[in-house]
């Protein structure tokens, strides 16, 4: 087993921490595991049959409103595999929550610089939020719930199932402007 910390504050002996059941939660990050992949191969689509539009082939847009998309997937996909492995502690769960939340607040700040630099398309305040403001919530959310994970397991479970759905429907909202966009776009080079 993994040891939670080095020992106990009063009798110095090691402690070490149970598994965290999460039989309960198999349901739900069957489905929403299973919804963030096929989403992602659904945008990889989108952006294939995009390529003959003006804005899929400029990289700065696509690293500022694609790319995210399929990173806010990819990170619903892999809360929802660590939490199905089997033997998972607090404190593992915890790390990697932390981890996952720092990178990425790191990567929403990345975001925020690639939409400003980019200059095909001007972002209005919805793009600001959800390419920007609501993933960066999710994330730093994501983060302060992986430190509190190693206190109050069950209670992050919790929150970790709103961030995991939160970071969905983002991606979702996201992948259909993507769509909407790419088809208007056509539709007008086509006039």
């Known amino acids: 087993m993994i040891r939670n910390w080095p020992s106990d504050r009063h009798t110095g002996e090691l402690r070490y921490a149970p598994a965290v059941p999460l039989y309960q939660w198999d349901n739900f990050y069957v489905i929403v595991g299973s919804a963030a992949a096929a989403l992602t191969g659904l945008q990889f689509v989108v952006v294939v049959l995009g390529a003959e539009v003006e804005a899929v082939r400029d990289a700065s847009a696509v690293e500022a409103f694609g790319t995210p998309t399929i990173v806010h997937f990819c990170i619903v996909l892999t809360i929802a595999a660590l939490i199905s ?102 539709h007008k080079d086509q006039e």
């Open 85 to 186: 492995v089997p033997g998972q502690t607090a404190f593992t769960l915890g790390m990697f929550f932390v981890l996952l939340g720092a990178g990425g607040v790191a990567y929403s700040i990345l975001t925020a610089r690639r939409a400003k630099r980019q200059a095909n398309y001007e972002p209005v305040l919805e793009d600001w939020l959800f390419h920007v403001g609501f993933p960066l919530a999710a994330y730093a959310i994501l983060l302060v719930t992986g430190a509190t994970t190693f206190r109050f397991p069950a209670g992050s479970l919790y929150v970790i199932a709103a961030i995991t759905l939160g970071l969905l429907f983002i991606g979702i909202h996201n992948a259909w402007d993507s769509v909407v966009y790419i088809a208007t776009q056509h």
